[in-house]
């Protein structure tokens, strides 16, 4: 029975207990009235508004970009770009320096010693731009050329946007390409026999020989100023080691004395045997070499895309060979890596400098795009590399040409600018030794190496 009764009164002061802990805190104040105090209303804070978003201010940002486009319809072009852009972009601001070649050279130097390059400028890639890499004053644009699925990226001649890469990166891209190849008078191969341009070296030499034999002359060459042959031994070199084997000794993973170097030394000498150009080529300038093509006294010369227009300014009535005037790839050589396909060649392009905000790369895209490739086109200031850009080209020469460097996957830069301007002199020098039968083509590369290991790194 007492058990019961203390199990009773514990339940009864826990029971106690447990309302006080749910009560208020415990004070000294007087104890509560018996009846409840009336409960204060809860009072609704009045309704407002919402406040209205306000867009942030866009910052102002200023794009400096250097050119060398100095005609004025090609200024004016370039100008109506960076017009169009500020209007649909007000916040931007595009502060255009426009320079002779020779003065932008020397100036961009200045600049880039100071370390501020311009947002945006004139380039022609290659050795001079991979030395701004490797300084720090470039800007990395890969991502945006990658962005959307590669969009930007795709919509360009895959070789020609090489050129403005650099250990697997871009620094910049081109707006204008051309490339070295054959320009042929149809008239002379005509006399000589020939019904179609040479498809491989063999069919060159061919054709060498059946023009000789009526007396014509098969090439014209200036190699007095020696890069018109030098640009002969590289795309033989090209067609016999492909891109892995300059990339190699580009990268210092191969060498300048590698075989297809050497061996296109040697096809130089078997063509030279054949006494193949004009009278007194070594120590013609390439002016003369454009003379003898405009005035129809020589069969080939391998040149860039300029020449249609220095032979007819060269020519005694200015009017060159006229529809006589063909052009063909390079032919390929039998055996060896390089596709027919490859090209040599050079052109203008936007580096892109290392502080350059966004809008100085969507500046860039913009530039790039179909529409405005197709307008620099009709002016006839560039050969488009934008797909959709050929649009505005009206000359069938310029088409033959587009469509020749369009088709490659691999573009090689000319080597005297795809190497350090140092090595450029080197390989010039060389290669007219070869020509000239007082270097033998292990000396050449040799040579040429040598200089490779003073200023590539």
Known sequence: MLRKLLVLVSLVLVAAFALTACGPAATTAAPAPATAA???PVLLPTATAAPVATAAPVKPVKITWWHISTADAHKAAFQKYADDYVAAHPNVTIEITVLENEAFKSKLTTVMQSGEPPDIF????????NEYVNAGLLQDITPALDADGGAWRNSFAAGALGVYGYKGKNYGVPWDMGMIGWWYNKALFAEAGITAPPAT?????ADVKALKAKGITPIALGEGDKWPGMHMWAYLVTRLGGKANFEGALLRTGSFTDKPFVDAGNMINELVALQPFQDGFLGATYGDEATAMGNGKAAMELMGQWAPAVEKDNSTDKNGIGDKLGFFPFPAVEGGAGAITDAIGGGN??????NAAPEAVDFVKFMTSAANQAALAKLGVAIPVVKGGEAGLSDPLMLLVQKNFAAGEYFQLYYDQALPPAMGSVINDSVQGIFAGTLTPEQACQAIEDSAKQNLK
Do not use: H, I, R
């Open 38 to 40: 009336p409960v204060a």
């Open 122 to 129: 004139q380039s022609w890639g290659g050795g001079v731009m």
């Open 201 to 205: 070296w063999t069919e060159l030499v």
């Open 349 to 354: 392009g936007f580096a892109v400098g290392k």
